[in-house]
Structure formats: C-alpha cells, structure tokens
C-alpha cells in the first residue's frame, strides 16, 4: 500500500498475469510491471488532479487487470484495465458525470501505453463506469443486459 492523491492506494500489479497475445515489448509479467511503473506512475497522478479538487472524494483501490478477463476482443496493443474505485460524498455525482469520467479515462489511456480500459466503481457495489478505446478514441462503453458471454468491445453489462 502506497500514499497516492493524500489517500491509500494499493496498486496491486500482483495480479498480472503472463499476456498471450500482448506485442512483445510487454509479453511478460515482468516486463508489464516495468512498463506500467514507468509509464502509469505520471498518468495516475493526473488522475488525482483531474478527481479530486474541491470534491469529498477518496480514491480506495486502484488496480491493474487484463482486459481479456471480461473481453474476447478489445485493442491487442493495449490489453491492460485500470480499476478506480472511490467513495465519499461526492462519488455518486462524480459516477453521474461522463464528461468528467471521459477526461480523466482519456488522461489515464493517453498516459500510459499498455491500458485500453479503465472502469470506475463504488465500493460495495456493482455500479461501474468504463471507458475504453473505440476506434481511436477513447469513449464510455454503453449498458446492457448481462447475457452468457463476455460483452463484446464498446458495452459492459449493467445491473
């Protein structure tokens, strides 16, 4: 655990694991580690600009997965997700503003070369936001039902 934006955050690149279809710059656990400590450390610091501010809001998780644990398909050159998780007065209006998550989604995937995904969340909840490279650009994925597979690239099941 680690001081970031005056907060806690654990930033829990243990759970890693090796990329199969990743460019080989980042083919290995290792390797991705180094890349997100170089590259995301800078990016993660204009999250909490962007965020925090005149805002109630605690940042109480961040951590990095794969996208391929909830996604067949999605941008190979960026297969990494950034999970933010915050609480505190102001979360639920910082959740409502897509505007807001945009930027600083655009800020973070902009920032940090091996991420294509970063989803907000809330603690105790399955209220997620995310926000990933569509085309080029970085844009909010739409809700939809949950079905029996993953979500195809651009939707994320809401409940």
Known sequence: MR?????ALAVSLSLLPTIVSAPAAIASTSAVQAVIKQECDT??????RL???GRQLDVT?????FINDG???FPAERPGAMNIVIDGEDANA????PQLLTTVARAFIEGCRPVGLVTFGVPASDWTN???LINGRVQPFQCVEPGEA?????FEYCF
């Open 51 to 53: 965020l925090l501010p």
């Open 130 to 132: 995310s926000f990933g």
């Open 94 to 97: 910082v959740m409502r503003s």
């Open 61 to 65: 998780d961040v951590y990095y997965s």
């Open 3 to 7: 001081k970031l934006f005056g907060c």
């Open 150 to 154: 993953a979500p195809t690239w651009g």
């Open 43 to 48: 990016a993660l610091g204009e999250v909490g």
């Open 71 to 73: 996604y067949r398909v």
